[in-house]
């Protein structure tokens, strides 16, 4: 596009597009996915899903899971420790039960392979799942339950329990832990804290 005085003006690089904070997904709509992926039985998408409401992860330290990181020996860890690529330092996780069971379904087709990626790529290029792939499966799985896809991502899936946990605790510090942030700030950008909110906690607190 040119401007009256000749000038080139180049094209807004969000233009046409949904941007901002994508939308943490709620209760209902993560047992609807588990549903759905369980009765389609695509394992893989299933324990990637839970993993990643579990551990709260970002999308490129989720998908190159290695299997030392999740097992002992054979065992699945009750808790799992990473590296996080963006910040360098380790952030702790949970593997909850559900987790834990659809894991093992899993794992049972990748301990046949020598990968040890939890979830290998089906790419020779690549050793494991790409971020890009992993953002396409996200917006299957919500457009499988009839959610607007454009308003979800993949940090949908690192705020879903992370949100869950402040509404139920209003406890920032234990989230901000949980998800790895080096500033407080961080932690209250990322979960759209407004002043209703923390009035809201207030409230229900009397003395």
């Known amino acids: 596009m040119l401007t009256p005085v ?7 690089w969000n233009k046409g597009l949904l941007v901002g904070q994508k939308k943490p997904l709620q209760p209902k709509h993560v047992w609807s996915i588990r549903v759905r992926l369980e009765v389609s039985r695509k394992w893989r998408d299933l324990a990637l899903f839970n993993l990643a409401i579990d551990s709260k992860l970002r999308a490129s330290d989720l ?7 999740v097992c002992s020996a054979t065992k699945i860890r009750d808790r799992a ?10 952030v702790q996780f949970e593997i909850t039960e559900q987790t834990k069971v659809s894991v093992e379904v899993w794992l049972r087709t990748v301990r046949t392979t020598s990968c040890r990626y939890l979830f290998p790529s089906r790419l020779h290029a690549r050793p494991y799942l790409s971020t890009r792939q992993y953002a396409r499966l996200v917006h299957r799985w919500v457009d499988s339950i009839g959610l607007e896809s454009a308003s979800y991502g993949t ?20 989230v901000q832990l949980l998800l790895g942030h080096t ?11 407004e002043v209703d909110d923390a009035l ?8």
Do not use: C, F, W
């Open 183 to 193: 500033k407080l700030e961080s932690t209250v950008r990322y979960l759209g804290i």
């Open 81 to 90: 420790t990473i590296v996080q690529k963006k910040t360098g330092r380790p």
């Open 63 to 69: 998908v190159k899971l290695r299997l030392d990181e």
């Open 6 to 12: 000749g000038k080139r003006l180049s094209r807004p």
């Open 200 to 207: 809201n906690i207030a409230e229900q607190i009397e003395l």
């Open 155 to 174: 940090h949908s899936m690192r705020r879903t329990k992370a949100t869950q946990i402040y509404r139920k605790t209003g406890n920032l510090r234990a």
